[in-house]
């Protein structure tokens, strides 16, 4: 079966530890979720076939050592997971950014997951597949979404209950538009919250623009 793909680009990573190197990203399309505050809703629909031959021939057009693998959701399609596998026997550094919401435990280990938790303002905590905890490693991260106060004040509830920051590192980041990233800056600061603190990069420097 093939793999529906949204989009393949080059720019640099715009979240978490790897933020700033050079990566192509491989964005195939769906996604199950509706996040009230989501940036990518043209990956929702549309898309082309693609072989796992042709997105590696793709890929391999650019002058980089990490591949992102994103969405939408990727794991919503069941040629995610080889996808992953080959991309690692390829020799590139693996990452796959998923929503927290389906099972990660056949990803294959090379890679590091950057799994959501979707905090209350996104409209899909219910979603939230808390059993992910229990396989997440210590070069997978976790990433949360705040949108306000109250979803500030979830996540730190979740970090200390699940003792998140023992798993592997979080990251918070804020809500383009909704939260001050100030103010989140600030309630981390006063609660000495484990977390690393992240702006997305890419919208620094180009905004919403499709494709960086
Ligand atoms: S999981 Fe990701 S792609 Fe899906 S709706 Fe939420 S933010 Fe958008």
Not at 16 to 21: D, Y
Not at 60 to 87: D, H, I
Not at 93 to 119: C, F, Q, Y
Not at 186 to 212: C, P, S, T, Y
Request: contains cysteine; glycine residues 8%; proline residues 5%.
């Amino acid at each position: 079966m093939a793999l529906r793909l949204t989009e393949i680009f080059f720019s640099l990573q715009g979240e978490a530890s790897r933020a700033g190197l050079p990566t192509v990203f491989v964005r195939l399309t769906g996604c199950p979720l509706r996040c009230t505050w989501c940036d990518t809703t043209y990956s929702f629909t549309g898309g082309e076939p693609a072989s796992i031959d042709a997105v590696l021939a793709q890929v391999a057009k650019y002058p980089a050592r990490q591949v992102c693998v994103t969405g939408g959701e990727p794991l919503a399609q069941k040629e995610c997971l080889p996808l992953l596998g080959a991309l690692c026997d390829a020799g590139y550094e693996v990452s796959l950014e998923t929503s927290g919401a389906l099972d990660i435990a056949a990803v294959d280990p090379r890679v590091a997951r950057i799994m959501d938790l979707k905090a209350p303002d996104s409209g899909e905590s219910a979603r939230n597949r808390w059993e992910n905890l229990a396989v997440l490693k210590h070069n997978d991260e976790i990433k949360i979404v705040i949108a306000s106060r109250g979803d500030y004040e979830w996540a730190r509830q979740a970090i200390r209950e699940h003792r998140l920051a023992e798993r592997c590192p979080v990251l918070l980041s804020p809500a383009a538009g909704l939260v001050e990233p100030t103010a989140l800056a600030e309630w981390i600061i006063a609660d000495g919250l484990d977390v690393r603190f992240q702006m997305q990069l890419h919208k620094l420097l180009w905004g919403n623009a499709q494709g960086k």
